[in-house]
C-alpha cells in the first residue's frame, strides 16, 4: 500500500514540483493545499499517513501552529519545510513534537530519507502507545495515582523497549526536582502541595508531549526519558522549554505560587548503559543545578565530581581558609535607574586557595552553612565590607552602600544585633549605608522570630531587602510583616524579558505592588541593552547586571567609582 501525503505549501510552483518528486519515489499524493484552515480539513477528510508543512505559510496560521492543531487531532507525522532556520522557529517547532524538516531547497535524495525515518519514528511511537495500552488491566501497578503518570516500574520498561528498538542511538533520560517543595508543601498543607504536583504534572506532559515519557518517581521528584535525539545537547531546548513552563506562577488559596524546578541530564549510551545508571548519573546532574542555584539544568559530566559536605579535606581547607586569609570580596556596582549613578555595592565572597584556584560561592556556601562555619565566616564579610565602603568615603568617593548577604543561618545567631554593631562602630560607617540581603527561606521558617530579629536589627538604622524575590515562596501579603526596604528581583525574571511575555508581566507586576508597599525594587543580572529597556519602562529603581560589570575585586571597583561620577548609564530624562 502507498503512502499517502499531504503537501501544505502556498507556492503553487514549489508544491506542484514537490508532488511530481513524491509520485517519482512511489509515494501517493492525496491532496495540496495553500493555509492552515484548509490543511485542518483535508487532513480530517483524507487522513493521510504524513504531512509535509511548510512553516511560513499565508494566513492566520503558520506551518508550526497548523502542525500544532492537526496533532491534537491525530498523532500523524509531520515534516517542516523551510528556506531558513533561526533558533527560535526551530525551537517551537522541536516543541511541537517535529519528525523532521527539511531545509529548502533540497535534493530528492534528502525528501526520499526524511520521509522514511519520520515514518519509521512514527511507528514506534505507535508501538509505545500502544503497549501502553497492553499494560491496562494492571494500572495501579505501573502508575502513579496521584498524578496518573507512570511510576518507576514502568519508566524502566519503556526505557528497555526504547534500548531494544534505538540501539545506536542516543536517548537522553531527565531527572526533574522541584525547588524548595518541602517548604512549600510545609507551608500550604500536603493537600496543596498534591495540587501543586498535579499541575507540574500536567505542565510537563504538555511540554514533552509525543517527544518522551514521563514518570513520577517519588514525592516531587519526576524522570523522563526522550525519544532518540541527535546529540547529547538537543535536549537543552526540552530542558529550557520545561524550566520556562515551570515558572509560570499559579494561584493556590490568593497566593500567587511560584514553583522552579532543577533539571540533570544523561543520555545512553555514553552517560550509562542501563536504566539504572542513567538515573543515577541523571539525578547527580540535578543536584548539582541544585548546588549551582537551581531554577536550572545541567547535562551529567564526568568532571563534577562534587565536593560536598563530608568530603573532608574541602572542609579542612575551608576551616583554614580565614586564618591563613584566602577569602577576598568582591564588590558588584548597582546603579540608580534615574541618575545613572553607582549607588551601591553588593559584596560577593571569593575563595581562593592555592591548590583549587579560585572557587565561587555556588561551590562552597552550602558547605559553610552545613557546617556552621558560614557564622564566622560571615561575620568577616560584614567587618571587611564595612571597612572597604568607609574607606572609600572618606577618599572622597561618591558614597555608596554595601549590600551585604546574609543566610537564614546567620540570621539565627544570638549576637547578631551585637556582631552588626560591632561592624558599624569600628568601621565608623553611617549605618544608613549597610544593607543586608536577606532570602525568601526567612519569610517561611521561624517567621515570628525572624520578624522580631529584623526588626531589633533595623533600629540600628540599616537597611534590609528581600533577595532573590519570586523563587521561592513568595506572596506580598505577607511580605508587608516584614520590615524590608527593598525587594531585589531574581535574575530567572529578567532573563529574555524582552523576548518573554511572562517574565515582562511577573517583573511589572513585583515592581508596582513593591511600589504600593513603599519598597524600592532592584533587579539582578541583567545581561543586555533590551532587558534593561525593559525595566527602565516598568519603573524598577535600581539595576545590577554584567551588562554594566561583573563583580570586581576591591582595586578595581574602587577605579569603575572614580572615574564613573556623572554615571554609568545614561540617566534618564
Ligand atoms: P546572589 O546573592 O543572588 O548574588 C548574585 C549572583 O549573581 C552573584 O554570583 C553574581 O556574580 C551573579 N551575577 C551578577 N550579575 C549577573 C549577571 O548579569 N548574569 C549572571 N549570570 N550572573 C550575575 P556569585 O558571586 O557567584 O554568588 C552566588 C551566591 O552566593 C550569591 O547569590 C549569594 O547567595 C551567595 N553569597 C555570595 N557571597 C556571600 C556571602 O558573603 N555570604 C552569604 N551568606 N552568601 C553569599
Ligand atoms: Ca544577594
Ligand atoms: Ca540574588
Redesign the pocket.
Known amino acids: 500500500m502507498k503512502t499517502n501525503i499531504l503537501i501544505v505549501e502556498d507556492e503553487l510552483l514549489i508544491a506542484k514540483n514537490l508532488a511530481r518528486k513524491l509520485k517519482k519515489l512511489g509515494y501517493n499524493v492525496n491532496g495540496i493545499v495553500s493555509s492552515g484552515q484548509a490543511a485542518i480539513a483535508k487532513f480530517t477528510e483524507t487522513q493521510p499517513d504524513l504531512i509535509l508543512m511548510d512553516i511560513a505559510i499565508k494566513g492566520d496560521m503558520d506551518g508550526i501552529e497548523t502542525a500544532t492543531q492537526i496533532r491534537d487531532i491525530d498523532d500523524v507525522p509531520i515534516i517542516y519545510l523551510t528556506a531558513y532556520a533561526d533558533d527560535e522557529t526551530l525551537e517551537r517547532a522541536a516543541q511541537t513534537g517535529s519528525y523532521g524538516y527539511l531545509l529548502k531547497p533540497f535534493k530528492e535524495k534528502e525528501l526520499h530519507a526524511t520521509i522514511k525515518i519520520a515514518l519509521s519514528k512514527h511507528k514506534e511511537q505507535e508501538k509505545i502507545q500502544k503497549s501502553f495500552v497492553e499494560y491496562s488491566n494492571t494500572d495501579w501497578m505501573y502508575y502513579d495515582n496521584l498524578t496518573n503518570l507512570p511510576n518507576q516500574l514502568l519508566l524502566r520498561e519503556l526505557f528497555e523497549q526504547q534500548q531494544q528498538k534505538y540501539a545506536d542511538t542516543i536517548l537522553p533520560v531527565m531527572c526533574l526536582n522541584l525547588d524548595r517543595f518541602g517548604r512549600i508543601n510545609e507551608f500550604l498543607g500536603s493537600l496543596n502541595g498534591d495540587l501543586i504536583l498535579q499541575i507540574i504534572a500536567q505542565r510537563l506532559t504538555n511540554c514533552v508531549g509525543g517527544n518522551g515519557a514521563i514518570a513520577r518517581l517519588n514525592n516531587d521528584e519526576f524522570a523522563i526519558i526522550f525519544n532518540p535525539v541527535s546529540s547529547e545537547n538537543a535536549i537543552v531546548n526540552y530542558a529550557r522549554h520545561i524550566l520556562q513552563e515551570l515558572r509560570r506562577p499559579f494561584f493556590l488559596e490568593e497566593r500567587e505560587i511560584f514553583i522552579t524546578a532543577s533539571l540533570g541530564i544523561a543520555s545512553y549510551p555514553h552517560q550509562g548503559q542501563e536504566i539504572d545508571r542513567l538515573l543515577f548519573n541523571a539525578n547527580k546532574a540535578m543536584k548539582y543545578a541544585k548546588k549551582q542555584?537551581k531554577n536550572q539544568y545541567q547535562i551529567y559530566s564526568q568532571d563534577f565530581e562534587l565536593p560536598t559536605s563530608g568530603d573532608l579535606s574541602v572542609e579542612a581547607d575551608l576551616y583554614y581558609a580565614l586564618e591563613r586569609e584566602e577569602f577576598q570580596i568582591?564588590y558588584?556596582p548597582q546603579i540608580n535607574l534615574k541618575t545613572g549613578q553607582i549607588i551601591a555595592a553588593?559584596?560577593?565572597?571569593r575563595w581562593y586557595n592555592p591548590k583549587r584556584g579560585i572557587v565561587?560561592?555556588?561551590q562552597f556556601?552550602p558547605i559553610i552553612e552545613d557546617n556552621g562555619l558560614?557564622n564566622p565566616i560571615?561575620t568577616w564579610?560584614l567587618q571587611q565590607a564595612c571597612r572597604q565602603v568607609n574607606a572609600w568615603h572618606r577618599q572622597g568617593l561618591q558614597p555608596i552602600r554595601i549590600s551585604?548577604?546574609?543566610?537564614a543561618n546567620?540570621l539565627k545567631q544570638q549576637n547578631l544585633y551585637e556582631i552588626i554593631s560591632q561592624s558599624l562602630s569600628d568601621s565608623k560607617l553611617d549605618p544608613q549605608y549597610l544593607e543586608l540581603?536577606l532570602t525568601e527561606q526567612i519569610l517561611i521558617d521561624d517567621v515570628n522570630a525572624n520578624i522580631e530579629r529584623l526588626n531589633k536589627i533595623k533600629e540600628l538604622g540599616i537597611k534590609l531587602a528581600l533577595?532573590?524575590f519570586g523563587t521561592g515562596y513568595s506572596s506580598f501579603k505577607y511580605l508587608t510583616k516584614f520590615p524590608f526596604d527593598i525587594l531585589k528581583i531574581d535574575?530567572c525574571f529578567v532573563q529574555d524579558i524582552d523576548r518573554n511575555p511572562t517574565n515582562d508581566a511577573i517583573t511589572k507586576a513585583f515592581i508596582e505592588m513593591a511600589h504600593l508597599l513603599g519598597l524600592r525594587t532592584i533587579a539582578?543580572?541583567?545581561?543586555t541593552e533590551a532587558e534593561l529597556a525593559v525595566l527602565r519602562k516598568h519603573q524598577c529603581d535600581e539595576i545590577?547586571?554584567?551588562?554594566f560589570s561583573?563583580?570586581l575585586p576591591a582595586i578595581e571597583f574602587e577605579k569603575l567609582l572614580a572615574t564613573s561620577k556623572t554615571g554609568i548609564i545614561n540617566a534618564v530624562a
Open positions: 542555584g568582591y558588584q553588593e559584596a560577593l565572597l565561587g560561592p555556588n556556601i558560614i560571615g564579610v551585604v548577604n546574609l543566610s546567620q540581603e533577595d532573590d535574575r539582578e543580572g541583567i545581561e545590577q547586571g554584567y551588562l561583573p563583580p
